[in-house]
């Protein structure tokens, strides 16, 4: 068997291509009894204080004499707000302070991360409303007390004076009024490139479809949580609690609060899963830290539950009308897509990138010669929306893979036949997809995709499989499989960089701007830094998270971290090889050429003496050491990595599922993933990501839904009926990565792995259960609750 | 998420609670059993007890016992028999294997699997689901089907209700404020019973979307006394007389139930709720009264 | 008004005066400084705050901490014997079933509970029973994998003995 597939028990085997070592240039050669930790499955440096009750998360960092905030939210979801009145609240012992709007006005709206629009900006979202609620949990306003049983008795006791307003909760309904003058429609997004009208003159069939994902989201484990610090002995304002992208928010909040950088800090504790959601800013980060220097006292918020569920970022509601040109032969000639994408109130940190990632990357690895798509980004009156994993391609994959399941359906072909004839070949790359999305011109830097679909196929034993389930689907069983096709995206630019130094212990540590939502980060940069220069992972120490220790960092989101964090790792500790070597060459009397580093000492290659300890080099190098002569002083060195656009991994997805026709519910019987990562740091942590993707994704087919009633009153509000899958709802997922195709963008080859298990869930479950109950084309909607399941089987009925 | 203040008291006999729970009634004073249910809707401050009465240091108050039938002012007609006391602290785990020979055994150990997930059935308690009365409740369905017969006790005095005056509506009960619910007793169906049970609910644990518990004797081939109780979807556990009518003297087979099952998806009113239409809810009652009077025959 | 209590934690005593309403969960974190054990939805859904309360294993959040004065009380940092990690934290490690680790102290210690019983759980009852608890990062195919490692570990280490 060509391909290896972890499945239950196994340790992840990779895919490698050939038997060559898989050294990186400059790296050091395996060692005899100590592998290169690059791309083996080694346990994680993170794990030993998560496992002993040892973490600190948000909730469990306090400070001396701190105060809780409490939010006060809008219990509609529109209306005008003539006033509140607190002072029920503000005579309850304990209470502080309750500020409202008029507490602070000279602190603008939370702006994009990625700088000003005149289009966008007039809906962001102010951290106390103003003069208008937009959704039920808007907040309205902060109560502050001495501990947080006060201060949730005293928010019950904040009165709202409101106004109600139409509510909108359909993107594709009329357009509404966000302010006056402001409609809901902020801006439309275009892309395109071939001439569609052409192609859809000359196309033997078109096949149109509307489409449709449901509202959900990361839903990590630990909500949010914030701690506002300010050290006024030092001047310096503390948040506590970061996550994703500190040094970002870093600049952001130094805007708001009109303060230097320098003088604001960030520190991420452990987070407890982020998923795209957490470590963004939120009204309630900055209103802590405000907090925290006017009342000058340190402040501490920890989202619940409840909270959690209406107001961090969902995700996902697209509705999508969609039609395909098709030729006689299955080729499709062009793609047409008009969407609306259900913004929820306001706009937040990431603008539109969510709807303009959905334009880009629809397409997918299909070779596509024409291809529009108009994106109207819309306002209602639900929880604001933003990232969640893999935004815009679980959307897109589940469109796309839809409607090539629509379009063989339609032409009588194979759905497998017509990926085939459809996919771009390997020869085609790079690939220039002749559109830009998030700043970035799409090209697809390599690949195989007709090579992994066949590897999946055979790793399945796809004919087998097929029988399987005819015979099953003969005895009165409905089961059904479906696949799909995605490419993903990864290593979002432009640049990172990160310090590494070697201690005269002989411990390294390597201070990046990354940032770890859970990961696995810390190893697998120390995997990277251990192999280039020549240590054991376990004496690498990662910092991450901290504005106060590096001044510049990308943080962990868009499949970045392994990228571009791990690249510059690279770049940094080749460069801290390069000045260890340079020493001990001086320290041994022998050339440079002549010297490795093995196990984190300097040895004379074929040479069994004992040779130099790292430690002992770096002393050599201190500033005050003779030894150094004209060197720089320090084992230590910065490393950085640009690149000029991202990189893109691929992958297929197969589903097999099975329909209970009595009530209506699905359940994934097997889940397989084929996965190309270019190469892979540590093919366990790899697999992790996947089969946790997975399940997420199997929520969001089958489970999760964040449903609001006509009133925007949000009807999943606690994990009773956000309905988050458990053990009982997910398979055991069977992985295989493989390496057919490193990126030729960054040194180590790497490709993003964090968004591949969620990308292509919808599509191919939606393609199983349509195969399950035999009607072709039937679901067109996610989440394919039981209910809307158990319709579908009427309409077949009736 | 964390509940308005409210007084404690932990008293040691029953006694003392009932004394206890006289006094503080008025201010919505409660008792509090395994907590499972009522913490979670304190921590929403959905409900704002000013006290909470706490009966988990009451010993004898998890009696799981067999005794004569006894018969009462809402049962004076009791048949002779055995029934099964199930005492205040009863947890749902003690369920976890048979407490009674027979198919009642059975049957509650089977049932006691639906109830929510492991940890929460080592501390919600049998009596305690039944004084919440969750329509979705599996033991409601149980004690409505089975025809329980509850204990209320309060220093007034102690009364016994049938399941069926008991359960008066969505959370909502026959136990007037100062009195509790001491214990439940269910008569032992004979030996030969057959007893099936079917639930569906989104996620393995969760509240389920509609429930189904039959049981019938069977006298030469032929079902007798059938019972056919439905619950999760009206708003408290029902019988179905129509289902049963169309039981009663049949022999076994799968039109049968089928069609006693089709009988009590159009005898159903199923609860408005948003998301659930009426036409679903009656569909799942199909299909679990039929999947459970199968179980009840095979 | 506070009532005061002791609770005996991993087999410390911790006298403490708490309001009827702080959870245990909230008493053993904020009172006791014992944070491992951790909150995720306050209403007995998640299991990330599961402990074990005289053998069984009970989600934190849905006891008051009152109800527990007097019992045996167990968390996620007793499980260790100095260094020396109990089997589901190595096996945990070694089967990376964990990533961000919110979830991992209530896993193990509704773990530890089943594995503790004295008629261990079939694999059934093992997937049933860690059906409660929710894992967000995982796809709990690991979690399954190093819970059943470590029953294999403690099973042998007990028929050794």
């Known amino acids: 068997m060509s391909a290896a597939i972890a499945a239950a028990g196994e340790t992840p085997v990779v895919d490698r291509p050939t038997e060559a070592p898989v050294a990186v240039p400059g790296t050091t050669a395996p060692h005899n009894d100590r592998p290169d930790p690059f791309g083996q499955s080694v346990t994680r440096l993170e794990d030993l204080p998560l496992v002993r009750g040892q973490g600190r998360f948000a909730a469990d960092l306090s400070f001396p004499h701190q105060l809780h905030m409490r939010m006060v939210r809008s219990p509609v979801a529109h209306a005008r707000l003539l006033g509140v009145d607190a002072s029920e609240a503000l005579a309850m012992r304990g209470v502080v302070a309750v500020w409202t709007a008029q507490d602070v006005v000279g602190i603008p709206c939370i702006p994009l991360r990625e700088g000003p629009s005149v289009e966008l900006d007039p809906y962001l979202q102010p951290i106390l409303a103003r003069d208008r609620v937009r959704y039920v949990g808007d907040p309205v306003a902060a109560v502050f007390a001495?501990?947080?049983?006060?201060?949730?008795?005293?928010?019950?006791?904040?009165?709202?004076?409101?106004?109600?307003?139409?509510?909108?909760?359909?993107?594709?309904?009329?357009?509404?009024?966000?302010?006056?003058?402001?409609?809901?429609?902020?801006?439309?997004?275009?892309?395109?490139?071939?001439?569609?009208?052409?192609?859809?003159?000359?196309?033997?069939?078109?096949?149109?479809?509307?489409?449709?994902?449901?509202?959900?989201?990361?839903?990590?484990?630990?909500?949010?949580?914030?701690?506002?610090?300010?050290?006024?002995?030092?001047?310096?304002?503390?948040?506590?609690?970061?996550?994703?992208?500190?040094?970002?928010?870093?600049?952001?909040?130094?805007?708001?609060?009109?303060?230097?950088?320098?003088?604001?800090?960030?520190?991420?504790?452990?987070?407890g899963g982020g998923f795209g959601v957490r470590g963004e800013i939120y009204p309630e980060d900055v209103l802590v830290l405000l907090a925290a220097m006017r009342l000058e006292r340190p402040v501490k918020w920890i989202e619940d539950r409840y909270e959690a569920l209406m107001t961090t970022n969902q995700s996902r509601e697209q509705v999508h009308r969609v039609r395909a040109a098709v030729a006689a032969d299955g080729f499709v000639l062009a793609m047409d897509d008009e969407f609306f994408h259900d913004q929820g109130a306001y706009v937040r940190t990431h603008g539109d990138r969510v709807a303009d990632m959905t334009a880009g990357i629809l397409p997918g690895g299909y070779v596509l010669p024409a291809y529009r798509v108009t994106g109207h980004y819309r306002l209602t009156n639900k929880t604001p929306a933003a990232t969640y994993r893999a935004p815009g391609r679980f959307e897109s994959s589940f469109v796309r893979e839809r409607l090539f399941d629509a379009i063989a359906q339609r032409m009588g072909i194979d759905p497998i036949e017509l990926r085939r004839r459809n996919l771009i070949r390997p020869e085609q790359m790079p690939f220039p997809r002749g559109i830009e999305t998030i700043e970035d011109n799409i090209v697809f830097d390599s690949g195989d995709y007709p090579l992994l679909l066949q590897k999946t196929l055979d790793a399945l034993d796809w004919p087998r499989l097929q029988a399987d389930l005819q015979a099953r689907r003969a005895q009165g069983e409905a089961v059904g499989v479906g696949l799909a096709c995605f490419v993903e995206k990864s290593g979002l630019g432009p640049a990172d960089g990160v310090r590494i130094t070697v201690d005269f212990t002989g411990a390294v540590e390597v201070v990046t701007g990354g940032a770890s939502v859970g990961q696995g980060f810390e190893t697998v940069v120390a995997q990277i830094c251990a192999s280039t220069l020549g240590v054991d992972y376990r004496r690498v120490r990662v910092v991450h998270g901290r504005t106060d220790r590096i001044q510049y960092g990308v943080g962990a989101h868009a499949g970045r971290a392994t990228v571009m964090t791990g690249s510059a790792t690279h770049n940094a500790a080749l460069r801290v090889r390069a000045k260890a070597l340079d020493m001990a060459a001086s320290m041994l009397g022998c050339a440079i050429e002549g010297l490795d580093i093995v196990d984190g000492r300097v040895i004379r290659r074929g040479d069994s003496g004992p040779g130099l300890a790292l430690g002992d080099v770096a002393s050599a190098l201190a500033p005050t050491a003779r030894a150094r002569g004209e060197r720089e002083p320090g084992l230590t060195a910065e490393g950085w990595y640009e690149t000029p656009s991202m990189t893109y991994p691929y992958g297929v997805h197969v589903a097999v599922v099975r329909v209970d026709r009595d009530t209506g519910a699905a359940r994934v019987e097997r889940f397989f993933v084929g996965y190309d990562v270019g190469r892979a740091v540590n093919p366990m942590l790899v697999e992790g990501q996947i089969v946790g993707g997975v399940a997420q994704g199997i929520g969001g087919a089958l489970l999760e839904e964040f449903a609001y009633d006509e009133n925007g009153e949000p009807l999943a509000v606690t994990l009773a009926d956000y309905l988050l899958p458990t053990l009982d709802d997910i398979p055991p997922v069977e992985v295989m990565i493989t390496e057919d195709a490193p990126s030729p963008l960054n040194p180590l080859g790497i490709k993003g792995a964090g968004e591949a298990g969620i990308n292509g869930v919808g599509a191919a479950i939606a393609a199983a259960i349509d195969d399950a109950i035999g009607q072709p084309g039937a679901v067109t909607r996610l989440p394919v609750t039981p209910v809307r399941l158990k319709a579908l089987l009427r309409q077949r009925a009736g | 998420m964390r509940s308005v203040a409210f007084q404690y008291h932990a008293p040691r006999s029953l006694d003392e609670a009932l004394a206890i729970l006289a006094e503080v009634a008025p201010e919505d004073g409660r008792i509090i059993a395994g907590g499972q249910s009522l913490v979670p809707t304190m921590a929403f401050r959905f409900v704002r007890p000013g006290h909470l009465v706490d009966i988990n240091r009451i010993a004898g108050l998890d009696r799981l016992s067999e005794q004569p039938v006894v018969a009462s002012v809402p049962a004076p007609d009791a048949a002779p028999g055995t029934e099964l006391v199930i005492g205040a602290l009863v947890r749902h785990a003690a369920f976890h294997r048979p407490v009674v020979a027979g198919p009642l055994g059975r049957l509650l150990t089977e049932v006691a699997g639906h109830i929510a997930h492991y940890p929460i059935r080592m501390r919600g308690t049998f009596c305690g689901s039944l004084a919440h009365a969750d329509p979705a409740s599996e033991w409601c369905l149980v004690a409505s089907t089975l025809d329980a017969r509850l204990v209320l006790r309060s220093v007034r005095g102690e009364r016994i209700v049938r399941a069926d005056d008991f359960f008066t509506g969505v959370m909502s009960t026959a136990i007037e404020p100062d009195e509790m619910l001491v214990e439940a007793r269910i008569t032992l169906p004979s030996a030969g019973a057959r007893m099936g049970f079917d639930e569906f609910s989104r996620r393995r644990g969760d509240f389920a979307l509609a429930m189904a518990l039959v049981s019938f004797d069977l006298v030469d081939g032929r079902i007798h006394s059938p019972r056919v109780g439905v619950s999760g979807v009206e708003d408290r556990p029902c019988r179905i007389a129509q289902a049963e009518a169309l039981l009663e003297g049949c022999v076994p087979a799968i039109d049968v139930f089928q069609a006693a099952a089709r009988a009590a998806a159009a005898a159903v009113d199923p609860l408005e709720q948003p998301q659930l239409p009426a036409i679903y809810r009656r569909e799942l009652v199909e299909s679990s009264v039929r999947r459970a009077l199968e179980r009840a025959w095979v | 008004m506070k009532h005061p209590i002791t609770l005996t934690i991993n087999g410390h005593r911790h006298e403490v005066e708490v309001e009827p309403r702080r959870t245990l969960a909230d008493v053993i974190r904020e009172e006791c400084r014992l944070t491992g054990t951790h909150v995720g939805c306050e209403h007995g859904v998640c299991g990330a705050c599961t402990v074990i309360v005289d053998g069984d294993p009970v989600r934190a959040c849905l006891v008051f901490a009152v109800q527990a004065e007097g019992a045996q009380i167990r968390t996620v940092e007793g499980l260790a014997q100095g260094s020396q990690l109990h089997p589901l934290q190595q096996a945990f490690m070694d089967h990376h079933a964990l990533q961000c680790g919110f979830c991992t102290p209530?896993?193990?210690?509704?773990?530890?509970?089943?594995?503790?019983?004295?008629?261990?759980?079939s694999d059934a009852e093992l997937q049933e029973a860690l059906s409660s608890n929710l894992c967000r990062c995982t796809g709990y195919k690991n979690i399954v994998l190093a819970v059943r490692a470590a029953s294999k570990a403690m099973h042998a280490t007990s028929g050794a003995a």
């Not at chain 1, 909760?169 to 052409?198: C, M, N, S, V, W």
């Not at chain 1, 192609?199 to 914030?226: I, Q, W």
């Open chain 3, 106 to 121: 209530g896993f193990l210690m509704l773990s530890t509970a089943l594995l503790e019983r004295p008629d261990p759980p």
């Open chain 1, 146 to 271: 001495t501990d947080p049983f006060i201060a949730e008795d005293a928010a019950e006791r904040v009165s709202l004076d409101l106004e109600s307003l139409p509510v909108l909760t359909d993107a594709t309904a009329a357009l509404g009024e966000f302010a006056p003058g402001l409609p809901t429609q902020p801006t439309t997004i275009r892309k395109g490139y071939g001439d569609i009208e052409a192609a859809f003159a000359k196309a033997a069939c078109t096949v149109e479809l509307e489409l449709a994902t449901g509202r959900h989201s990361g839903v990590p484990l630990e909500t949010r949580g914030a701690i506002g610090r300010y050290d006024a002995a030092r001047d310096v304002l503390e948040l506590h609690g970061a996550a994703k992208v500190p040094h970002r928010n870093r600049d952001a909040l130094a805007r708001m609060l009109g303060r230097s950088p320098h003088a604001i800090h960030l520190f991420e504790l452990h987070v």
